[in-house]
């Protein structure tokens, strides 16, 4: 390879030989870059060429317009089409080698109305005998079919739609061109000259049903137009269908890489799983190499040169290419060596390629690009492949695709070992939030209204892979999230702000309790890590939220008389030490989700100076073993009985209309056994917050009821106690 290749192969970060015309020679290790002459869709409105993955289908309603064709040696045929206005275009009639309707055709001509054009008729597989008559008209180019089959043909071009989407000049009578009565047909097509697509399509009918338009004389439309819904292909951001029109650009090879690619996939673990069959599908329903060049203004120029001919043509199988060491170079400024400005575009001169790269030809490479493939080798060995690519599903068939590609081509390697594929926002009628629909929301009053901590909450409560809805109520859970976090942390360090010395560690915790706390919290950090490590952050935020609020809501009233207490018992220790390790293991739960608030928080009380520790952000992630010297509960089950008794006697009270402080006269219970042991270990705790003497309490052996585990009978005193 020359310097001047190494250039190209430098801009476009792949390995390439250049290919012209359709020429296969093979490329090193098996990648290839064309630049060649091909069919491509261009919109009828924008001049730009789009790639397989910038195309759409959208269905259309057409009309079946049936048009007789002459048979050379006399007879006819009826071909249906939905585009009459390519009849000039026509370069052969086909039908299904099994249809017996017209095996006896094969081999003879036909001629086009109109047109008179002599055009084979031929068998090709996939003509539809159940659609329209049958038999069907190959025009260069109606659709993808109509490419796919005139690549095999050996057939002319018959090029009518212009890049512009309007038909432009032929001349009938010469190649290719070619009619049995050129003046006829020069006058027909001069009325559709320069028409679009469309109002030609409805000036071909108006032909059609002209005396005279069927070879020989005659009508060559016949019957009524019949409807007809078919998919058409549309510019993914555009409004006008596509056609199809010769274009020299440049490719990267691989159609022929299917395979590769497929199994380059399988080796990537895809979050959720299943948007790996996006991926697969849409390897398999390649039809088209990567075409990497635009026509536009902005965007990373080829380096590449061609000489100029003599009548004033460029000289495309003679490129020039920059050296590797000049770029980058923009080849519509700079010159190729041995030229000056004045030769620019002169015969005996030099003209650059007015092609810039496709935007995925270039984000394709963002892995390498943070590496600094190329510049610092150690850097790059150290940060590729990369650990997770995270991105959207709609462009599974873009940049993640893509990105695939240029990692296996340049290294055999996959771009990262994890991609976590997120949805759309929708707005509250469900639809996608996009600028172009004019349904975005800006994020700043959200910012006031709920804030950064609420909306990202909110964020984080979508799921991967899930189209999530603009949701206030979301972000209202979201901010009372926040407001709890930092009013529950203001209680609990208030508690042990009454201590005395360092905060108690989790030797200390004891009470029974207080175990069943830990042992919850042993289970919750398990549920968020797991998630975390498979990259479900919804499910870990699902599992840290739900226990901090019955940390909240049931622990903190249940333990916070033992920890208020004077004394410096191991009661109370226990407590201190229990509130201190929840506190401290919820913060670093939240912290992903939270970030500011869990940081505030930290800083009050748990930050050292430096180190880990001086941010809840930087502090090591809770484990199991940090309360590996813990015991377990004697009994299972022991949180979830104590807040049940307290929640029963707080709800009498309510239900009275009487203070939580209202003392309790009688407190009958009735449970299975492990409920009544669960309970017992736990009960001075649930009568301390229920001002209830342990003298009015009576436990005797009984069956659970439907929706708890004990049968409770409360009794209020007649009096608050002077």
Excluded at 132 to 160: H, N, Y
Excluded at 176 to 192: G, K, R, T, W
Excluded at 560 to 585: F, I, N, P
Aim: with cysteine; net charge negative; aromatic share 10%.
């Amino acid at each position: 390879m020359g310097d001047g290749e190494a250039a190209v192969e430098a801009a476009l970060g792949v390995h390439y030989d250049l290919l012209l015309l359709d020429v296969d020679l093979p490329g090193r290790d098996g990648f290839e870059v064309l630049h060649e002459l091909r069919k491509h869709s261009v919109p009828s409105r924008v001049m730009m060429l789009t790639a397989q993955a910038e195309v759409e289908d959208r269905p259309q309603q057409g009309l079946f317009h049936d048009i007789r064709f002459a048979v050379e040696d006399g007879g006819e045929l009826s071909v249906a089409t939905t585009r009459p206005e390519l009849l000039g275009a026509c370069i052969a009639v086909v039908a299904h080698p099994d249809d017996e309707r017209y095996q006896p055709l094969f081999g003879k001509f036909a001629i086009t109305p109109l047109f008179g054009a002599r055009v084979p008729i031929l068998a090709a597989e996939h003509a539809d005998p159940e659609k329209g008559t049958g038999i069907l008209m190959v025009c260069t180019f109606g659709d993808a079919m109509d490419v796919e089959w005139w690549k095999q043909s050996r057939l002319p071009v018959k090029q009518l739609i212009g890049r512009n989407g309007r038909l432009v000049p032929v001349v009938f009578g010469q190649a290719p061109f070619e009619s049995v009565n050129p003046e006829a047909a020069q006058a027909a097509y001069d009325q559709i000259a320069g028409l679009t697509a469309k109002q030609a399509k409805k000036k071909s009918a108006e032909l059609l049903v002209e005396e005279g338009s069927f070879p020989g004389g005659g009508v060559a439309l016949v019957g009524d137009l019949r409807p007809t819904d078919q998919m058409v292909k549309f510019y993914e951001k555009g409004d006008r269908p596509l056609e199809f029109v010769p274009t020299r650009q440049w490719f990267i090879k691989i159609l022929k890489h299917k395979e590769a690619l497929m199994a380059q996939g399988e080796k990537i673990q895809w979050h959720p799983a299943y948007m790996r069959t996006r991926y697969d599908h849409w390897v398999e329903g390649l039809n088209q190499d990567w075409c990497i060049s635009r026509q536009r203004y902005f965007g990373v120029p080829f380096p590449v040169w061609y000489p100029v001919g003599a009548d004033g043509e460029p000289v495309f199988d003679q490129p020039i290419f920059g050296a590797k060491e000049t770029l980058p170079i923009d080849p519509q400024y700079d010159c190729p060596p041995g030229f000056d400005e004045g030769s620019r575009d002169q015969p005996g001169g030099f003209t650059g390629d007015p092609d810039v790269m496709d935007t995925w030809a270039t984000s394709s490479l963002t892995p390498q690009i943070q590496s600094h493939w190329g510049v610092d080798d150690a850097r790059h060995k150290k940060l590729f492949p990369m650990d997770v690519r995270p991105q959207s599903h709609e462009i599974i068939r873009t940049w993640a695709f893509y990105t695939i590609v240029k990692a296996w081509m340049h290294s055999d390697e996959v771009p990262w070992h994890h991609v976590v594929i997120s949805g759309w926002i929708l707005d509250p009628d469900r639809k996608k939030m996009s600028k172009s629909k004019g349904n975005v929301v800006t994020p700043e009053n959200l910012l006031d209204e709920w804030t950064a901590d609420g909306v990202r909450y909110w964020a984080a409560r979508a799921r991967l892979g899930t189209d999530t809805a603009y949701d206030p109520s979301v972000f209202k859970v979201g901010k009372r999230l926040v407001n709890k976090v930092f009013n529950a942390s203001r209680f609990v360090l208030m508690q042990l702000e009454s201590g005395e010395g360092e905060l108690p560690g989790v030797e200390h915790i004891t009470e029974p309790l207080d175990l069943a706390l830990v042992d919850r919290l042993r289970t919750t950090i398990t549920q968020a890590t797991s998630a975390f490590e498979a990259f479900d952050y919804a499910t870990a935020l699902q599992a840290a939220e739900d226990d901090f609020w019955k940390f909240c809501d049931h622990y903190l009233e249940l333990v916070k008389l033992r920890s208020y207490s004077e004394e410096d018992t191991a009661e109370r220790r226990s407590a201190m030490a229990a509130l201190t390790y929840g506190l401290r293991t919820f913060l670093k739960l939240l912290a992903p989700f939270l970030p500011y608030v869990t940081e505030e928080v930290w800083s009050w009380a748990f930050a050292s100076k430096d180190g880990r520790d001086k941010s809840v952000h930087s502090s090591a992630w809770p484990t199991v073993d940090e309360v590996v010297s813990v015991d377990r509960p004697e009994y299972d089950g022991v949180f979830e009985a104590a807040v049940e008794m307290l929640a029963t006697i707080r709800g009498a009270k309510t239900k009275a209309q009487k203070s939580l402080r209202w003392p309790v006269s009688k407190l009958e219970i009735a449970g299975q056994e492990a409920d009544r042991k669960a309970l017992q270990v736990a009960l001075e705790d649930v009568l301390r917050a229920g001002h209830v003497d342990a003298d009015a309490v009576v436990i005797s052996d009984g069956p659970s009821p439907e929706n708890g585990r004990f049968a409770v009978t409360v009794e209020l005193a007649e009096a608050m106690p002077e």
